[in-house]
């Protein structure tokens, strides 16, 4: 039984590929009868044509793994391409250690805890890469006699 022409029709009905077109077994009969749009989109409604589902592929082991690198597997020394310089670069690592200590300087000007000139030397010294944490900054501070008032 050649039903070419009906699974043309049936796929353009059902907006999918030829070969996504099902036509059940039992009724072939039924859909060789059916030669024009409208006796196919019967078919359809009746449930003797189904477009099959697309066919995907499934995405389960990638979260499964990706979870896995979230904890800190599978990022040993085995598993890395590029230098620590490219997996990180220098600047986003600049950009991590500056902003706090920036932030921190604001804050203890804002505060009254520092002033102004004082602000704008470990400003520049910042700048310059003198301090590696806020916590190495703040040691600065107090060790030099720049705080006004211990927090």
Known sequence: MNLK??????????????????????RMEDVADAITRTDIQIQIDAGTIKAKQKKGISRGRTRYYRGQRKKGRGRGQGSRKGTSKARKPKKERWIQTIRPIRERLRELRDEGKIDVSTYRKFYLQAKGGVFKSKSHLETHLRSGGYLKEDE
Do not use: E, F, H, T
């Open 5 to 26: 022409n009906q699974r043309r029709m049936a796929a353009s009905l059902l907006k999918c590929g030829v070969n996504r077109v099902w036509i059940d077994p039992l």
